[in-house]
Structures are given as C-alpha cells and as structure tokens.
C-alpha cells in the first residue's frame, strides 16, 4: 500500500493541536491543568512518531525510497491531489535533497525542544501549538506547489506569534507583534511577486517543479522573462526570504523576537524557522532566476558578509545572554549568503550544510539559555560567576554548545564554516580576511562570555542575586536528556557529516549544473 | 431568454425569493397584531370578529415572533436563491418587462449579489434574536422594550432593507435600481439610529442619513443628467447611446455624479466620513450589515454603471476613461481608511476604517477592468470575469469575517459596550472560543492563509496583475500597466493593516480585562450561533473555495 508519509506529517500534527487545543477550551480552569500532562505527553508521543516516520523514510524502511534515492534524484515520496481546481491549485508534496535534511531537522527538534521545556508548566496550549507550529513548518519544506507554500509560510507565524505572545518575557507584546508584521511584510511582497510571475509565464502553472524546468529552458538560450523583469521578481522574492533569514539590514526582528520568546519557541526559532528564508531562496529565485543571482552576486554577498560583521559585533557588546546568541545566528546566517555568493557547488553545500548544523546547534544555545532563566531567573551575563563549580551541568552544556557554535573541529559547525572558506577563497580571494576576521570574533563573544559565567571566581563562587540566597540549582533530568541529545548529534554529525551532506553536495552539483552556473 | 410580460404567475415563479421576503414583511406587519378585536357595524349593536387589535391573542404576542418570522423569511430566501444558483447556467436570463421597458432581468449575477444580501442579513437577524437592538441593562427597560412593537419594527426595516437591495441587483433601469437603493438606504437609515436612547446612536443615525442623502441627491442629479443626455435611462439603451455618442461633457458629469451618490454605499474616500459614526453608532449586527450587504449594493451600482455603460467605450491608449479617476480613487481610498484605522481605539470605527480600506481594494480591481484592452487581454469580457468574479468572491467572503467580527463585538455590546478597544481585554481568558473566533476574524480581515479572507484578497490581486501583465512578454515591469503599481500598494496597505488587526489580538490574549469586566460573557445562544456560522464560513470558504470561484466565474460570465 502506498502512504502519503508527507501529507501525514503535515496534517496529523496540525490536526491533532487544532483537537488538543479544542479540548482544553472547554474545560474550566482547575480541569485544565489536570490535562496538562496527558497532553504534553501526546504531544511528545505525537512528535516521536514524525521522528520515527522521518528516519525511517531517510533508512528506506518504509515508502519506495531511502536515502539513495533521495539523493540521486529529484523528488521522491512524490503525491499530488487536486486542492482548488478552478485555479489549478494543487496540493503536492514531495522531498529531494534540499528539503529532506530540514524535514529530519524539523522531525528531531520537535520531541527535543518539548523535553528540554518539560518542566515549564507552561500549560495545555503550549505543546499544541508547538505541533501545530512543527506541522507547518514540515508543510513549507514539502510543498512544490506555490499556493501551498505561502499558505504554509503563513501558517508558521500563528503559533509562533502565540507562542511569544502567551509565555514570552516583559516585552512580549511588542516583540510578537514586530516579528508578525517583519515577516508578513517581507511575504505579502513576495506574494505579490509571485503572481507577477505567474501571469509572465508561457504555460500557468503553481507547480514548482514545472515552474523551475520551464524557467531554466528559457534561461539556457536567453533570459527567462527579460533580464530587467527577472531581476525585479529576484528582488521581490528575495526580499520574504532575507527578512526570514533574517540579514541585515532586515534582522532587528530577530533579538527581539527571541529575547522574549520562551525556550521552546527560541529552540524551534533558531532551529527552523530562520532556516525557512534559506531554504526558500534556494527554491524559489535561485532555481528560477539564476542569472539575477548572478547580476547581484556581490550584492548578496555583501548583505551576507554585513550580516556576519555586523552580528559578531553587536554580540561583543551584549550583556544579556539571549540576545548574545540571537546576534550570532544572525551572524550564521550571514554564513549562508556568503556560501550561495561564492556560487561554488561547494559554497551552497556549505550553506546547506550550514543550515542543518546551525539548526541543532542553536537549539542547544537557546536551550541554555532557557535554562539559565528558568533556574536562575535571569539573563545577565554578569549576574552569575563560578557556575562550573556548583551547576556543572549547565555549565558544560552551555561550554560545548559555545564551542560549537564557534566551529570547533569534530563538531557539525566546524564542517560547514571549512567548507564555506574554501568555497569563499575560490570565489572573492583575499576578502577572506573579513570572514576570518569575524571568526576571531565570534571565539572572543564565546569565551569571554564563558569566562564570566563558568570560570570567573574560582572557590568562591557568587550565585545570582535574583535566587535571593536560595540554593543554587543545576538544570533537572529533562533538560539533561536535551542536552545530551543535542551534543550527541552534534559530535555525531561532526565526524559522519557525510549523513546529510553527500545528499546536500549531490543536490547542489545537480542544481547547478541544471541552472548553469559555477563550475559543477 | 424568455420574455415575460406584466404580471402573471411566470413572473411570481421567477421572483420568488423577493415575493418571500414580500410577504415575510406582510407577516410581521400584521400577524404581531392579531387579537381579539372586533369590528362593529356602523347604527348596529352587532360585532363581527375582526382579528385586529384588541387584547392580542398569547401566541403572537411573544416578543421573539418578529424576530423568528424575519429569520424564517431571509432563510427561505437565501435558499431558493442557492437553489437558483447551484441550478442555473451562464446563460440562463430572464427578463420582466412592464410596457416595453426592462425593469429587472433574473441571471445568475443578480442572483449571487441577492445571495451576498440575504446571507448577511440573515445572519444579522439572527443574531438580534437574542438580543435587544438596545444598549440598556436596567431589567424594567427591558420588560417595557421586549414588549413594545419595536422588536417588530426593527425586523420589518431590515426586511425593507432585503426588497431594496434585492431591487438593486435585478434592475436593468437606472431609475428601478435608483428606488431599490432608496428603500433600502431609508431602512439602514433608521436601523442606524434605532439606537435612539443614546447619543451615539443618533448622532451616527443623523449624520449618515444627512450625507447620504446628500450623496442620493448628487446621484439623483446626474441621473437627470443622463436622461437629458440619452433620452433614456435603460441599461441597454444607454450603452447602446454610449457607444454611438461617446464621451461627452454631459454625459460625464453625469457619470461623475452618479458616481458620488455609490461611492457613498462603498464608503470610499472622501465621502467616508459618515461611516465611522454610523458604524460606532448603531448595533453591532447593523453595523455589520451596512459594511458587508450595504457596501456589496453600492458595489453593485458601481459596476452596472462602469462596466455595461461605458466598457465600450476606451481610451486612446486602450483603457476605460474613467481609469484615472478611479484609479486615484482607489490609492486614496485604501491607504487613507488603513492609516485612519491605525489610529482608532473604538474597534467599530478600527472596522469601519478597514471597512473603508477593503472598498479601495474593490475599487483598485475594478480600475484594473477599464485597463482591459491592453496586450493578452483582447477583450473586455476576459477582464471583466477575472476581476468581476475575485470581487463576487471578495464580497460573498467578506460577509463572514466582516460581519462575524461585529458580532462578536454585539456579544461584548450585550454586556455594557464595546466602544474601546479594551473592552475586549481579556477576551482570551474570558471566552476562549469567541476569542479564537475574533481572531480568525481579524486575520482573515488582513488576508493571512488559509482564511477566506487571503483567497479573496489573493484572487483580486490576480485578477490585477493579470490584467496589468497583459500579453506575457515585458522588457521591464515598467512596461506593465499602471494598475500593477495598485497591486503593490494593495499589499503594502495589508501590511499596514496588520498592526490594528493584530493590536485586537493582543489586547484579547495579553491585556488583562477591565474592572469589573471578568468571568464568561452573558449568553445569547442565537448570537452565538451566528458568530460559529461566521467563523466556519471563514475557514471552510478559505480552504475549499474553489467551488464559490466556479460559482462567481459564472455569475461574472452572466453579466456580458
């Protein structure tokens, strides 16, 4: 029998949340937090299944592909149902080697990012929302039909504005609302590109696929749509993407949003939904318009490198821990411009490369943090000194997750931040200097911030005044499930890169040779 | 096309939906009334039972009865109008003639505008079923409102307020459709001010009945201008003049009155000015009334005026004359209503405002018809079912979130007042099912997925760029047609109207409500009702809409 795995990741979870939150409506306060642990238990129960399903589909074990095929050829689990016929809207899913790897990513986070908030008492809608959000966002990487897409592109931002809304910090309210509106913005844009390109096109279609092979027919012997009109609908489509993303100048959603956001939503956050904007890019005007990329290849690399020096500075100067990692996923996410501008097949598998280990690493930093506000209700990197004497757990996950980020070799981010300099090194030469330089950088935010809240002090260690004397205490048993978790796939994906990233380099090598560009 | 003549039964079968409602409002005028009266012949002692007046008998003198014969009537209505309209074809079209002249013609687009009219009013019938069309709370008030004829009044307006629209959308004469729009701006006039024990309601009741029926007169005015001008003021004859004189001075003052008095009922810029008050003024469902079944009859107007008279007729350069116009119509009038709803802390004039908003995103799409000879585009008629269809879905949809979300404010309204936007503080914790109503409402409003309120907004947008793409082949997108500019500005304008459709949102779930404002809402099943009905059409519509997009395709094909 043939299942549409897809189709069920996307919709059980939406289903199941709109269900559980159903449920809990009705009930009265005091029956409401009886329900809480038996639904943050379905929950979790829920997103273990989508994990199964996903590595399981990864294996070949279940479906007619594996990871081979998913590789080697386009689209695999390919299913497609006719969803509003009178526009010739479909709804189609299906998975290749830029989508797959965020899909994992999605499945993995999912089950991590509700343990690590077990304890929260955050209450029956909490993890309803993070399915609902987890099922979007599956249904963004899915989609190859346009329609879908952008309702699924939308869709993420309803949990999440909730998410922020109902258990964010002091300023939730305007940070929710900021973060709505940067994105909605950025996609009505978009929106609005895209339906200027639908009506510029030979044969009207919503197919993505159709979409990009009709594109790039055009492209080989000219310019698909005229360059000037190519070049506009790039912009329009790369503007949705680079507020996501977020790069400068776009990104000052970001520390906002996450500063305020509670752990669960910092974790999904950082974890996917930024990567959303990159993988859009390479979906949508990469794949369409690559000689536009090519005109603002400089252009987007400065963006990317302006991200990067920007980001690492500002985290210098940060006080407060939060926003000290929200800086530095702006400064990764400057990474990824800076590997799809060295249009080296190299490059953008580093950039993929780079989403994917981003994508676990900083859920471990914000899992840190959460855990820093929760036991020591504070964010102040000063307010704290000598934890690795009496919180030796958190102080050696917030160690292992600072090296990561900062590319320590055998950890996944080591693989992609290499990769990326040599791609960089092909393409712009001694520019080099400005990404090395920011390398430094981002080593001196990491330690130094370590030094004041780990080492600094030595026997005599000074808890937080925010406790008001209490005993310090270390992160409990769920945060340290998390945690190991995270680090294990971290290392694990440090050594064996290769897992996710032959596919990664198999697509980019395709897709670019496909298009035209580079020297695949 | 059959022809009927004068009255006969033909001509009942064909009205039905209107006769319904015709002697739904017989109904309530008299069967509240029903008593024991007698009538006594005149030098005689005999009394012969009369049934009028006289202690009436217990059954119809329930308060509720008007209320549940309207609700009945507009149900009946609205499903022979589905009926006609899940059964009919494009081409289907019956003409009634009275003397030679066309006064109504029954097609599918006639039918789909009196769908539009009769679900909104249907909905907002039931929710005044539980509600008194009054703010007061004192219980004597209430006893001495509930039993009074004003229940019954309150019903036969909006029942009026049904025949006229519903002459609005079969007329094929400038001056049948002139009477429609009357009777049912009269209805709406009162209803505003129904609110007569305070002052809001009837300085919003006075103000839009003063500007209206200055707009009415306007109208008026250019209406005997095309008379002077055409000799004639059937449809079909002045497209017919059009075509053969073209544009002249007088008959574009005309057309330039006419205009005013309908885009009063839209509500567009700058004759908008009556709406806030009206809106904040009357009754919620009112309100919601004037801003979805009004707007969509003066939308209506609109088009019968633009397109069947003057699309012939075109531009040096391939465009409708009265592009410009309408297209600068259409830029002010959507960022002006966003701009001022940002500032509104009463969340009925925050709706009014997007109300007016949404009338220039009708506007903008309805400029992009008169762009219709430009490139691929070859003729009128293929830009006139793009956009005439998103505009039918636009209008059909909007009657589910527009009016879904005064009703929620009605409930608000049943407490003591919704005439801040802190009234609805708390919401969240209150009511979460009203609150997650409101806010599937609100972002359906700002045309977020995958609410009904995105595919309208997404199918005018279409229907913009593809007129504005033209023949598919540009060197720039400066080389696109103008309208493409008000494509952008119309999706600017939904992110700008974000901040207020979001702000309800927040102070629903964030803001702590108000002193003495705590614990659920009173109850009012019916209202309840309605705003579920609401609230599954917005989402059902916004998932599965494609069978509506059919259905509008049709109708726009029925108005060549």
Not at chain 1, 89 to 113: K, Y
Not at chain 1, 473 to 486: G, H, Q, R, T, V
Request: proline residues 4%; contains cysteine; aromatic residues 12%.
């Amino acid at each position: 029998m043939n299942v549409d795995y897809l189709s069920m990741m996307v919709i059980l979870p939406i289903l199941a949340s709109i269900f559980l939150l159903i449920l809990t409506s009705r009930l009265d306060p005091a029956a409401r937090a009886k329900f809480d642990a038996p639904v943050r238990m379905a929950a979790f129960i829920i997103s273990l299944a989508m994990f199964a399903v996903a590595t399981l589909m990864f294996l070949g074990q279940i479906g007619d592909a594996g990871w081979n095929d998913i590789a080697f050829n386009t689209f695999e689990f390919q299913e497609s149902y006719v969803w509003i016929e009178q526009l010739g809207i479909t709804w189609t899913v299906g998975v290749d080697g830029l989508s797959f790897p965020m899909v994992w990513l999605t499945t993995l986070l999912m089950p991590i990012t509700i343990i690590a908030t077990w304890n929260e008492k955050a209450g029956a809608t909490y993890f309803p929302l993070m399915l609902m959000l987890g099922g979007a966002l599956i249904g963004v990487f899915v989609a190859l039909d346009m329609f879908m897409f952008y309702v699924f592109w939308e869709l993420t931002l309803i949990p999440m504005f909730f998410m922020i809304l109902k258990w964010g910090g002091k300023d939730r309210k305007y940070a929710a609302q900021k973060f709505f509106i940067y994105t909605f913005t950025a996609s009505v844009i978009m929106l609005l590109g895209l339906l200027t390109m639908y009506f510029l096109m030979d044969t009207q279609t919503f197919s993505i696929q159709e979409m990009v092979v009709q594109a790039s027919g055009a492209n080989a012997s000219g310019f698909w749509l005229g360059l000037e009109v190519q070049k506009i609908l790039f912009i329009m489509l790369m503007l949705g993407f680079l507020v996501k993303l977020p790069a400068a100048p776009f990104h000052t959603w970001l520390p906002d949003a996450h500063v305020q956001a509670p752990t669960g939503g910092s974790m999904m956050l950082a974890g996917v939904m930024l990567k959303m904007g990159a993988y859009g890019m390479f979906r949508l005007p990469i794949s369409l318009f690559p000689h536009a990329l090519e005109e603002f290849q400089f252009i987007i690399m400065m963006i990317g490198l302006v991200s990067l020096v920007w980001g690492a500075i500002v985290c210098l100067g940060q006080t407060n821990l939060k926003k000290m990692v929200a800086y530095s996923s702006v400064s990764h996410m400057g990474v990824i411009l800076l590997g799809i501008a060295s249009m080296q097949p190299l490059g953008w598998a580093a950039a993929l490369f780079m989403m994917f280990a981003h994508g676990i690493i900083s859920p471990m930093l914000f899992a840190v943090c959460g855990a820093f506000k929760h036991h020591y209700h504070s964010m102040e990197i000063g307010a704290m000194r000598g934890m690795a004497k009496h919180s030796p757990w958190l102080a050696t996950s917030m160690m292992f997750g600072w090296m990561a980020s900062l590319g320590l070799p055998l950890l996944a981010g080591f693989v992609a931040e290499l990769m990326l300099m040599v791609a960089y090194w092909y393409a712009y030469g001694w520019w080099i200097i400005f990404p090395g330089l920011v390398l430094a950088i981002t080593a001196a935010y990491y330690l130094w911030s370590m030094q004041r809240t780990i080492f600094e002090g030595g026997e005599a260690t000074q808890p937080p005044e925010s406790l008001h004397g209490e005993p310090v205490p270390d992160i409990d048993n769920f945060e340290k499930i998390a945690m190991l978790l995270l680090a294990a796939f971290t290392i694990l994906f440090g050594i064996m890169p290769w897992i996710f990233l032959d596919m990664m380099d198999m697509w980019t090598r395709s897709a670019m040779a496909f298009l035209g560009l580079g020297g695949a | 096309m059959s022809t009927g003549n004068e009255f006969d039964t033909d001509m009942i079968e064909t009205l039905g939906p209107e006769f319904t409602v015709f002697v739904g409002l017989l109904l309530i005028m008299v069967v509240p009334n029903l008593g024991n009266g007698t009538f006594r012949i005149p030098g005689t002692s005999i009394r012969l039972p009369w049934f009028l007046g006289g202690t009436r008998f217990k059954a119809v003198a329930s308060p509720r009865l008007p209320g549940l014969l309207a609700v009945l009537t507009m149900a009946l209505a609205l499903f022979q109008v589905i009926w006609y309209l899940l059964d009919a074809t494009p081409a289907d079209g019956q003409d009634i003639m009275a003397g030679g002249v066309f006064i109504f013609k029954v097609n599918m687009f006639s039918r789909i505008f009196e769908a539009i009219f009769f679900a909104a009013l249907l909905l907002a019938a039931i929710a005044s079923l539980d509600r008194l069309p009054i703010g007061s709370q004192k219980s004597d008030d209430i006893d001495v409102l509930f039993n009074n004829r004003r229940q019954a009044d309150f019903y036969i307006l909006m029942l009026t307020s049904a025949l006229g629209m519903s002459v609005v959308a079969l007329a094929q004469d400038m001056f049948v459709l002139f009477v429609g729009l009357e009777l049912a701006s009269f209805s709406t006039y009162i209803l505003v001010a129904f609110h007569k024990e305070s002052r809001a309601g009837s300085e919003g009741g006075a103000k839009y009945f003063i500007v209206g029926s200055v707009a009415s007169a306007v109208g008026l005015y250019g209406l005997s201008m095309l008379y002077l001008w055409s000799g004639s003021l059937q449809f079909h004859e002045l497209a017919a003049h059009w075509e053969a004189q073209g544009a002249t001075s007088l008959s574009m003052m005309a057309l330039g009155f006419v205009l005013v008095g309908f885009a009063f009922k839209i509500s567009a810029a700058p004759f908008h000015f009556a709406a806030p008050d009206a809106y904040s003024g009357a009754n919620s469902p009112v309100a919601g009334v004037l801003a979805t079944a009004s707007k969509a009859m003066g939308m209506l107007g609109l088009m019968r005026v633009l397109l069947i008279i003057t699309v012939p007729e075109a531009n040096a350069d391939g465009s409708a004359i009265w592009i410009g116009l309408l297209g600068v119509l259409a830029a002010v009038t959507m960022t002006w209503g966003n701009i001022a709803a940002l500032g509104s802390e009463n969340p009925k004039r925050m709706l009014a405002y997007s109300s007016v908003a949404h009338a220039g995103y009708m506007l903008a799409a309805l400029t992009a018809i008169g762009a219709w000879n430009w490139g691929l585009v070859d003729n009128a008629g293929v830009a006139m079912d793009v956009v005439v269809a998103a505009l039918l879905f636009h209008m059909f949809v909007l009657v589910f979130f527009k009016l879904g979300a005064f009703l929620v404010l009605g409930v608000l309204e049943m407490e003591g007042g919704a005439s801040r936007l802190s009234s609805l503080a708390g919401l969240g914790k209150r009511e979460p099912l009203l609150a997650v109503a409101m806010f599937l409402f609100m972002i359906s409003l700002a045309g977020v997925p995958p609410m009904a309120g995105f595919l309208s907004k997404l199918l005018v947008i279409m229907g913009i760029v593809e007129v504005a793409t033209g023949t598919g082949s540009l060197s720039s997108i400066g080389d696109a047609h103008w309208v493409w500019w008000l494509a952008l500005l119309m999706v600017v304008n939904s992110a700008i109207s974000m901040f207020y459709y979001l702000r309800v949102g927040v102070v629903m779930y964030f803001h702590e409500p108000e002193e003495g404002r705590k614990g659920p809402l009173a109850s009012g099943a019916s209202i309840r009702i309605a705003i579920a009905l609401c609230a599954i059409g917005t989402v059902a519509f916004g998932l599965v809409g494609g069978e509506l997009i059919e259905l509008c395709r049709d109708a726009a094909e029925s108005l060549r």
